[in-house]
Protein backbone atom coordinates (compact mmCIF):
# COMPACT_ATOMS: atom_id res chain seq x y z
CA UNK A 1 0.00 0.00 0.00
CA UNK A 2 1.25 3.35 -0.76
CA UNK A 3 0.78 6.02 1.30
CA UNK A 4 0.98 9.79 -0.30
CA UNK A 5 0.32 12.98 1.95
CA UNK A 6 -0.18 16.86 0.50
CA UNK A 7 0.37 19.83 1.93
CA UNK A 8 1.06 23.48 1.32
CA UNK A 9 -2.27 24.42 0.34
CA UNK A 10 -3.84 27.49 0.94
CA UNK A 11 -4.96 31.42 0.51
CA UNK A 12 -3.42 33.61 -2.11
CA UNK A 13 -4.56 36.38 -3.51
CA UNK A 14 -4.32 36.62 -7.73
CA UNK A 15 -0.97 36.57 -8.88
CA UNK A 16 0.63 34.56 -6.15
CA UNK A 17 2.52 31.36 -5.48
CA UNK A 18 2.48 28.70 -3.59
CA UNK A 19 4.31 25.26 -3.05
CA UNK A 20 2.71 22.18 -2.42
CA UNK A 21 4.08 19.01 -1.54
CA UNK A 22 3.79 15.31 -2.10
CA UNK A 23 5.31 12.88 0.91
CA UNK A 24 5.42 9.36 0.04
CA UNK A 25 5.47 7.27 3.27
CA UNK A 26 5.89 3.80 1.86
CA UNK A 27 7.41 3.82 -1.33
CA UNK A 28 10.92 5.52 -3.37
CA UNK A 29 9.37 8.16 -5.52
CA UNK A 30 12.08 7.63 -8.28
CA UNK A 31 10.19 4.64 -9.34
CA UNK A 32 6.50 5.56 -9.84
CA UNK A 33 4.96 8.34 -12.23
CA UNK A 34 4.00 10.85 -10.22
CA UNK A 35 0.77 13.57 -11.53
CA UNK A 36 -1.03 16.41 -9.73
CA UNK A 37 -4.68 16.69 -10.34
CA UNK A 38 -7.01 18.87 -9.23
CA UNK A 39 -11.13 19.41 -8.94
CA UNK A 40 -13.19 22.64 -8.13
CA UNK A 41 -16.44 22.34 -6.35
CA UNK A 42 -19.11 20.80 -9.40
CA UNK A 43 -16.28 19.48 -11.90
CA UNK A 44 -14.54 17.04 -12.77
CA UNK A 45 -10.84 16.10 -11.19
CA UNK A 46 -8.73 17.22 -13.94
CA UNK A 47 -4.35 16.54 -14.33
CA UNK A 48 -2.45 19.40 -14.23
CA UNK A 49 1.02 18.16 -13.70
CA UNK A 50 3.07 14.41 -14.72
CA UNK A 51 6.55 13.70 -13.98
CA UNK A 52 8.17 10.54 -14.98
CA UNK A 53 10.72 8.59 -12.77
CA UNK A 54 13.78 9.63 -15.13
CA UNK A 55 11.99 13.65 -14.25
CA UNK A 56 10.55 14.32 -17.67
CA UNK A 57 7.44 16.39 -17.11
CA UNK A 58 3.93 17.47 -19.09
CA UNK A 59 1.49 20.23 -18.21
CA UNK A 60 -2.04 20.81 -18.83
CA UNK A 61 -2.31 23.73 -21.37
CA UNK A 62 -4.05 25.53 -18.82
CA UNK A 63 -0.86 25.64 -16.26
CA UNK A 64 1.98 25.82 -18.90
CA UNK A 65 4.37 28.05 -17.94
CA UNK A 66 3.10 29.16 -14.50
CA UNK A 67 3.46 25.22 -12.89
CA UNK A 68 6.40 23.12 -12.43
CA UNK A 69 6.25 19.67 -11.01
CA UNK A 70 9.63 18.11 -9.41
CA UNK A 71 10.27 14.96 -7.41
CA UNK A 72 13.55 14.33 -4.93
CA UNK A 73 14.72 11.13 -4.48
CA UNK A 74 16.22 12.16 -1.28
CA UNK A 75 13.47 13.62 0.31
CA UNK A 76 11.03 10.69 -0.65
CA UNK A 77 8.59 13.68 -2.09
CA UNK A 78 7.30 15.02 -4.83
CA UNK A 79 6.39 18.97 -5.24
CA UNK A 80 4.30 21.27 -7.45
CA UNK A 81 5.49 24.83 -7.62
CA UNK A 82 2.94 27.38 -8.90
CA UNK A 83 3.30 30.34 -10.12
CA UNK A 84 0.81 33.29 -11.04
CA UNK A 85 -2.31 31.91 -9.66
CA UNK A 86 -5.18 32.64 -11.15
CA UNK A 87 -8.56 32.30 -9.31
CA UNK A 88 -10.13 29.45 -11.42
CA UNK A 89 -6.94 27.44 -9.87
CA UNK A 90 -8.91 27.39 -6.43
CA UNK A 91 -9.34 23.41 -5.96
CA UNK A 92 -8.92 20.70 -4.02
CA UNK A 93 -4.87 19.83 -4.98
CA UNK A 94 -4.36 15.78 -5.11
CA UNK A 95 -0.95 13.79 -6.00
CA UNK A 96 -1.02 10.88 -7.08
CA UNK A 97 1.04 7.75 -7.82
CA UNK A 98 1.46 4.80 -10.23
CA UNK A 99 3.78 2.16 -10.31
CA UNK A 100 3.45 1.02 -13.88
CA UNK A 101 4.49 3.12 -17.34
CA UNK A 102 2.14 5.96 -17.69
CA UNK A 103 2.26 7.45 -20.50
CA UNK A 104 0.47 9.90 -23.09
CA UNK A 105 -2.33 10.33 -23.95
CA UNK A 106 -2.78 8.73 -20.61
CA UNK A 107 -1.28 10.94 -18.41
CA UNK A 108 -4.12 13.11 -16.99
CA UNK A 109 -6.13 10.19 -16.83
CA UNK A 110 -7.37 9.47 -13.05
CA UNK A 111 -7.69 5.80 -14.25
CA UNK A 112 -3.99 5.80 -14.78
CA UNK A 113 -2.96 6.60 -11.08
CA UNK A 114 -3.89 3.71 -8.78
CA UNK A 115 -2.34 5.72 -4.98
CA UNK A 116 -3.80 8.98 -3.98
CA UNK A 117 -3.48 11.59 -1.68
CA UNK A 118 -6.39 13.41 0.41
CA UNK A 119 -5.79 16.71 -0.87
CA UNK A 120 -4.55 20.00 -0.16
CA UNK A 121 -7.21 22.76 -0.91
CA UNK A 122 -6.01 26.27 -2.90
CA UNK A 123 -7.94 29.15 -3.07
CA UNK A 124 -6.85 32.24 -5.07
CA UNK A 125 -8.98 35.56 -4.70
Known amino acids: HVQLVESGGGSVQAGGSLRLTCAALTHRYSAYCMGWFRQAPGKEREGVAFIEPDGRSSYADSVKGRFTISHDSADNAAYLWMNNLEPDGTAMYYC????????????????????WGQGTQVTVS
Open 96 to 115: AASNLVVQSPNVFRVPSFRF
